[in-house]
């Protein structure tokens, strides 16, 4: 059961790694099938990668138009890439402002929120995944338990023939 269950993520990994759209070689076509970007949104990102590839995700964020963090989360989960890596919850660098803050603030801030992020964003993936594994764990079990019930009726079928196939002794020997 453990060799299944190993054997079933690796295919899913597998499926997860071939299913991956990079955004500075798809297609209009392989954009539009990423859930989430349309044909409006998949214009925007070919006219952006007309002046110049992607470099990172806070690249692409900042260059194309309607897409944020959020929607940058939502693609990379349904398998976009730039340049093969997925989005990782970092927010753009903010632009260098004039502020009355000390520098070592500024700085600080930023690297806190992705850590929040992500700390949101692995329950629920790790929720999902649980979820998962338990489903193709209580179907395997359902599985094991219906060729139990089918191997005990095959074995009471043939009981019950091998009883039938026996000869029968007369009943005037069984009474002396």
Known sequence: MLKKLFAIMTMLYAAVAFAAVDVNKATAAELDGIK??????????????????????????????????????????????????????????????????????????????????????????????????AKKAKAEEKAKKAEEKAKKAEEAKAKKEAKAAAPKEPASATKK
């Open 36 to 133: 989430g970007i349309g044909p409006g949104i998949s214009t925007k990102i070919l006219d952006e990668r007309k002046k110049g590839s992607f470099k990172d995700w806070n690249d692409f964020v900042e260059r194309v138009k309607g897409v944020g963090d959020g929607n940058a989360a939502k693609f990379s989960a349904e398998g976009l890439t730039v340049n093969g890596a997925s989005f990782k919850g970092a927010a753009p660098a903010p632009a260098a402002k004039a502020d009355s803050k000390p520098a070592v603030a500024a700085t600080a801030a930023p690297a806190a929120a992705p850590a929040a992020k992500e700390e949101k964003k692995d329950p629920k993936a790790e929720a999902k995944m649980k979820a998962e594994e």
